[in-house]
Nanobody
């Protein structure tokens, strides 16, 4: 069955870095646009970053531009989100999403930015 498993979340101080990973299985990963979403407590879900199926184009929310980098490795069925310069406002549950005719969601990983 389809599985998206996020990892790499945790507690980090402001200004720190984390690298999230998303392991995909059960579908043809290389055919799917992949996205990272996040949802903070009491806030709406936000699209953070998108990468095309071939990995040749990326888009970012204005709030993370210049700090976050999305990437993928189609040979390993993996997607990543490198997060630098983390701020308390980045605190949220981060979700890995596979998007084509249907959309698959991971279970999420918590990122907490706090001193």
């Amino acid at each position: 069955q389809v599985q998206l498993v996020e990892s790499g979340g945790g507690l980090v101080q402001p200004g720190g870095s984390l690298r999230l990973s998303c392991a995909a299985s059960g579908f043809t990963f290389s055919r799917y646009t992949m996205r990272w979403y996040r949802q903070a407590p009491g806030k709406e879900r936000e699209l953070v970053a998108t990468i095309t199926s071939a990995g040749d184009s990326m888009n970012y929310a204005d709030s993370v531009k210049g700090r976050f980098t999305i990437s993928r490795d189609n040979a390993k069925n993996m997607m990543y989100l490198q997060m630098n310069g983390l701020k308390p406002a980045d605190t949220a549950v981060y979700y890995c999403v596979a998007d084509r005719a249907v959309r698959y969601w991971g279970q999420g990983t918590q990122v907490t930015v706090s001193s």
